[in-house]
T-cell receptor, first 115, second 116 residues
């Protein structure tokens, strides 16, 4: 079945460092891809998404490009801040048909940023 | 309310008891999802509803787990004869109709289930 694999955490960086969190997927169809974020004490929320190959999703300085050839959707940010400390989840939408989709999440990567 | 509402927020139960968890999605959201998040683990897909029907029940861990949705709105997740390994945060999410490339999930705050 479809699946999402993301790099294990925790990831600890200094403020203003460059961030990459790797995510690869396995899917039989043409899924949409997502990054969700869970800040401490808060619920999960959508960070960014891409719906087709070569699309780039971006939000709050984060970017991820849908790479069909490498089945990847790596999350990047050029200069992280302490406020970016959170757990990040990569996800895909499994298009079961024209009217249904199952959204599968990776295991999550905990990111901690040191001042 | 404007968001996804889950109740109770916390539930402590004894092993072997049945529990019922409730999710009230955002009005107009026809898709509803249940996930389980164990301590230090990722999100485990349990079941998904489109309207009142569940196209995919493959994530339910065992036949002790069941879920229903009535009126295309409120959903209940029932766990019978709870076991200690059922302890986790149960998350509900809703979204606009799928297949429109608008599968943004809105999550509730979850129900923390502790089985003693």
């Amino acid at each position: 079945g479809d699946s999402v694999t993301q790099m294990e955490g925790p990831v600890t960086l200094s403020e203003e460092a460059f961030l990459t969190i790797n995510c690869t997927y396995t899917a039989t169809g043409y899924p949409s891809l997502f990054w969700y974020v869970q800040y401490p004490g808060e619920g999960l929320q959508l960070l960014l998404k891409a719906t087709k190959a070569d699309d780039k999703g971006s939000n709050k300085g984060f970017e991820a490009t849908y790479r069909k050839e490498t089945t990847s959707f790596h999350l990047e940010k050029g200069s992280v801040q302490v406020s970016d400390s959170a757990v990040y989840f990569c996800a895909l939408s499994d298009q079961l048909g024209s009217s249904a989709s199952k959204i599968i999440f990776g295991s999550g990567t905990r990111l901690s940023i040191r001042p | 309310g404007a968001g996804v509402s889950q109740s109770p927020s916390n539930k402590v139960t004894e092993k072997g008891k049945d529990v019922e968890l409730r999710c009230d999605p955002i009005s107009g959201h026809t898709a509803l999802y249940w996930y389980r998040q164990s301590l230090g683990q990722g999100l485990e897909f349990l079941i998904y509803f489109q309207g009142n029907s569940a196209p995919d029940k493959s994530g339910l861990p065992s036949d002790r787990f069941s879920a229903e949705r009535t009126g295309g709105s409120v959903s209940t997740l029932t766990i019978q004869r709870t076991q200690q390994e059922d302890s986790a945060v149960y998350l509900c999410a809703s979204s606009l109709p799928a297949g429109t490339h608008n599968e943004k999930l809105f999550f509730g705050s979850g129900t923390q289930l502790s089985v003693l």
